[in-house]
Structure formats: structure tokens, C-alpha cells
């Protein structure tokens, strides 16, 4: 059984930086590719940021472009996502989702994820 336990989450300040990582279980992590969503209240569950099978190709939403990087280590079957500069508006909470097809390019529609963390919380302060 597949299992993703984000952690990592919790209250800063605007300007500071968090570090979420998702532990992944019962499927061969360095096989599938990885992605970072979030969900502010109110609003839909988006994209954030996204890596292949390697770690080779990242991606990343538009708003976060420059202050958040995605990695991943196969070896540990982790995920991380480090923000930076965080602002009130990153404020949400942030899930970690695992690809459907091995070997596969990154992705960044929902559809293309088959399991989903329970989600850490991020709050940003003004």
C-alpha cells in the first residue's frame, strides 16, 4: 500500500522559509515522478512545483518560480520542497503527490497523479 506523509509545515513570518518533505512507501519512489499542490481555503487545489522519475527536470508554478525548488532523493524515497521568501499569499495546504506512469516526465494536472499525502499546513504571516 502506497503511502505519502508530508511534514514539515507550520507558522512563519513573511520573508522566512520552510522546508516540507514527504516520506513515500510501498512503490518504487525513484520510478515515478513527484509533485508539490496546495490548497488556500476557499480556492481549488493548484500546482506548485513538479520533478521526473530523476530529478533531472523540475518545474514550477509561475508564482513561486525563483523562490521554491523542488529535489528529491531516491535513496531516502523523500521529496522536499524548500520556500523561500515566503509570502501571505503562499499560505495553504501543501500536499505531495505521486505519479501514475513509471518512468514518467513530470506532471502537473491531478489527473496525472495517482496517490496524495494528507497535507501539511502553511501559514504565512504579514
Known amino acids: 500500500q502506497v503511502q505519502l506523509v508530508e511534514s514539515g509545515g507550520g507558522l512563519v513570518q513573511a520573508g522566512g522559509s520552510l522546508r516540507l518533505s514527504c516520506a513515500a512507501s510501498?512503490?518504487?519512489?525513484?520510478?515515478?515522478?513527484m509533485g508539490w499542490f496546495r490548497q488556500a481555503p476557499g480556492k481549488e487545489r493548484e500546482f506548485v512545483a513538479g520533478?521526473?522519475?530523476?530529478?533531472?527536470?523540475?518545474d514550477y508554478t509561475d508564482s513561486v518560480k525563483g523562490r521554491f525548488t523542488i529535489s528529491r532523493d531516491n535513496t531516502k524515497n523523500t521529496l522536499y520542497l524548500q520556500m523561500n521568501s515566503l509570502r501571505p499569499e503562499d499560505t495553504a495546504v501543501y500536499y505531495c503527490?505521486?505519479?501514475?506512469?513509471?518512468?514518467?516526465?513530470?506532471?502537473?494536472?491531478?489527473?496525472?497523479?495517482?496517490?496524495w499525502g494528507q497535507g501539511t499546513q502553511v501559514t504565512v504571516s504579514s
Open positions: 510501498g512503490r518504487t519512489f525513484s520510478n515515478y515522478a
Open positions: 503527490a505521486l505519479g501514475r506512469a513509471p518512468w514518467g516526465a513530470l506532471a502537473s494536472r491531478e489527473d496525472q497523479y495517482d496517490y
Open positions: 520533478v521526473n522519475w530523476s530529478g533531472g527536470t523540475t
